[in-house]
Nanobody
Framework: VQLVESGGGLVQPGGSLRLSCAAS????????MSWFRQAPGKGLEWVSK????????DYVDSVKGRFTISRDNAKSTLYLQLNTLKPEDTAVYYC?????????????WGLGTQVTVSS
């Protein structure tokens, strides 16, 4: 199993980024997938999750209306569209497979991609 995030970078407040998580080594279409983030000096925070079919999605309140999770099962890729970015969105963003939101654990994680929101 391998999860590889990409798409992070430096962006000004109000800007946008699209994160990707390329999955391999398992049947991607069979699994819930999630995004988490960890801001400097803070703990891991769950951001969003999507059902295996892509029909059910959920978000932490702080990103609702600004972030959109999606997936392409044919490409085994998970996405997170980040719009109207704020400085407090600065964090390392991780994708995870089959995650327990309450315990902030997943059976597999990527290595993360850095998002920095600054003017």
């Amino acid at each position: 199993v391998q999860l590889v995030e990409s798409g992070g970078g430096l962006v000004q407040p109000g800007g946008s980024l699209r994160l990707s998580c390329a999955a391999s080594g398992f049947t991607f279409s069979s699994y819930y997938m999630s995004w988490f983030r960890q801001a400097p000096g803070k703990g891991l925070e769950w951001v969003s999750k999507i059902r295996s079919s892509g029909r059910n999605k959920d978000y932490v309140d702080s990103v609702k209306g600004r972030f959109t999770i999606s997936r392409d099962n044919a490409k085994s890729t998970l996405y997170l569209q980040l719009n109207t970015l704020k400085p407090e969105d600065t964090a390392v963003y991780y994708c995870g497979r089959e995650c327990n939101i309450a315990t902030r654990t997943c059976d597999y994680w990527g290595l993360g991609t850095q998002v920095t929101v600054s003017s």
